[in-house]
């Protein structure tokens, strides 16, 4: 509701549309556990099972409509998606899950996700499974995280994620980016080799 009043007021009615729900791999209807207040960043999907001190936990949960970003696509009729950002702590490749159909048509031209050690990630998807099915349907993907950053060390923010090294695997709090467009692809690159010279310098001079 505060983000329709917003959007609202901002005049951008005509070219935002809110959809209130949770974005997954089903449509229907999701448990969450609702966040406290605006502006943080803790409501997720609820884990049955989620243990606290050898003790089951217990969590509170609110239901929510659920929906696919294909069936948002399918819904507006959209040819393509400039960016498609997902960030639902911990469960993106649920996300992901759901919009296979955009993906694998190469429909969205930039797509980023956020990876660490929570949720789906804890659970039994890996880093490694989703670059490889982004890669089969055409797309680059490369770490977009702070620098510094395990496994990424001097090497900060910006780092290819192929050729595949199981240190990537951290289950650590970062962000991928992966697009298909050659333009943008070959842009990424350059800021990778750029950031990487500039920071392998800074690192010499210590």
């Known amino acids: 509701d505060l983000l329709k009043r917003v959007v609202a007021v901002s005049g951008l009615g005509s070219v935002v549309d809110v959809v209130t729900a949770g974005a997954s791999n ?6 969450l556990t609702p966040i406290r207040h605006a502006g943080v960043e803790t409501g997720h999907i609820a884990e049955t099972g ?7 936990k217990a969590e509170r949960t609110i239901d929510v409509p659920a929906v696919t970003v294909d069936s948002i696509v ?8 400039t960016l498609l950002a997902i960030d639902v702590e911990g469960f993106d490749a649920l996300v992901l899950d759901g919009a296979k159909d955009l993906l694998s048509r190469r429909g969205a031209q930039l ?4 990876y660490h050690g929570v949720g789906a990630w804890r659970q039994d998807r890996s880093l490694e499974a989703e670059v490889e099915r982004m890669c089969g349907w055409g797309y680059e993907c490369f770490w977009s995280g702070a ?19 199981p ?7 970062s962000n991928v980016v992966c697009a298909h467009d050659d333009g943008v692809k070959a842009a990424l690159r350059g800021l990778t080799l750029a950031r990487a010279a500039g920071e392998f310098k800074q690192a010499q001079g210590k």
């Open 74 to 81: 399918a819904t507006h009729q959209l040819s393509h998606v």
């Open 167 to 173: 240190r990537f695997e951290t289950r650590r709090y």
């Open 26 to 31: 089903v449509t229907g209807t999701l448990k």
């Open 111 to 114: 797509v980023e996700f956020e």
């Open 50 to 56: 989620r243990k606290a001190g050898g003790r089951a």
């Open 147 to 165: 620098p510094g950053a395990p496994p990424l060390g001097i090497f900060g923010a910006l780092h290819p994620l192929r050729p595949w090294c």
